[in-house]
C-alpha cells in the first residue's frame, strides 16, 4: 500500500523554464495539499484541492503558479517562468476525510533554479 | 490567523534520556487539532502524535507524549528515552476543526541525539 508519491525527487530548472511537480496522493484519498519548504522553515500552505477542484488556494502565488487534481491521474503543482526565488522543497499530502486527521505527506520535491 | 512558534531552533539529548520540546500557538477557536511531525534527513514528513483541542487527557504513542495545556495554549512533546534515530526536525502543527484547508506549522526544532 503505497504512501503518497511524488515526482521528481529532486529537479532542476533554468530561470525561465516551466517546472511541473506530480503528486499521487494515497490510494482513496481524495483530498490533496500542496505546501512549500524553504530551508531550515516550516512548511507553508499553498493549496487545497479535491477531485477536479481547487478548494483554496490561498497560499498560492497569483501569477506564475497553478494546481489541478484531475478526475484521472495525479496531482500537478505548475510554476511557470521559474525564478530563483521558486527554490525549495514542495510537499503534497493527501487526507481521506479533511476532517482533523493528519495528513500523509509525500517525500517532496526538491526544485533548483539555477 | 492561528500563528505556531517553536521557540527551540535546536535541541540536544543524550541518548536514553528524555527531552521536551516546546510548542505555543495563538488562535481565538476552541475547537481544533494539533500534532507533531518528525522530518528525518530523508525528507519525509511522519506523523509523530495527534492531540484533539476538547479531549483533556495528553496524547501518548509509546515514547512519545505530549503534554497539552489549552488554556495556556500551549503543546510540548516529550520523547522518553531518546534513540539515536530519533535525531530529525521536529514540527508542531496547528489544524482547524473549522477550516480544514490548512495546517499551520512552527519553524521547526532540530534536535540532535548524542550517543
Known amino acids: 500500500n503505497a504512501g503518497v508519491m511524488q515526482n521528481p525527487r529532486h529537479l532542476v530548472r533554468r530561470r525561465g523554464q516551466e517546472a511541473r511537480l506530480r503528486c499521487s496522493p494515497v490510494?482513496?484519498?481524495?483530498?490533496v495539499y500542496w505546501y512549500r519548504q524553504l530551508p531550515e522553515e516550516g512548511l507553508k500552505f499553498m493549496v487545497y484541492?479535491?477531485?477536479?477542484?481547487?478548494?483554496?488556494e490561498s497560499g498560492m502565488p497569483k501569477e506564475r503558479f497553478s494546481a489541478e487534481f484531475p478526475k484521472e491521474g495525479p496531482s500537478i503543482l505548475r510554476i511557470q517562468q521559474v525564478v530563483r526565488g521558486d527554490s525549495a522543497a514542495y510537499f503534497c499530502a493527501s487526507s481521506s476525510t479533511g476532517q482533523g486527521d493528519g495528513y500523509t505527506f509525500g517525500s517532496g520535491t526538491r526544485l533548483t533554479v539555477v | 490567523a492561528q500563528t505556531v512558534t517553536q521557540s527551540q531552533p535546536e535541541m540536544s539529548v543524550q541518548e536514553a534520556e528524555t527531552v521536551t520540546l516546546s510548542c505555543t500557538y495563538d488562535?481565538?477557536?476552541?475547537?481544533?487539532?494539533l500534532f507533531w511531525y518528525k522530518q528525518p534527513p530523508s525528507r519525509q514528513m511522519i506523523l509523530v502524535i495527534r492531540?484533539?483541542?476538547?479531549?483533556?487527557q495528553n496524547a501518548t504513542e509509546n515514547r512519545f507524549s505530549v503534554n497539552f495545556q489549552k488554556a495556556a495554549k500551549s503543546f510540548s512533546l516529550k520523547i522518553s528515552d531518546s534513540q539515536l534515530g530519533d535525531a530529525a526536525m521536529y514540527f508542531c502543527?496547528?489544524?482547524?476543526?473549522?477550516?480544514?484547508?490548512?495546517?499551520?506549522f512552527g519553524a521547526g526544532t532540530r534536535l540532535t541525539v548524542k550517543p
Open positions: 484541492l479535491q477531485k477536479e477542484n481547487i478548494i483554496d
Open positions: 490510494k482513496g484519498h481524495s483530498h
Open positions: 502543527a496547528y489544524r482547524s476543526s473549522y477550516n480544514n484547508n490548512d495546517m499551520r
Open positions: 492531540q484533539e483541542a476538547y479531549k483533556q
Open positions: 488562535t481565538s477557536e476552541s475547537d481544533y487539532y
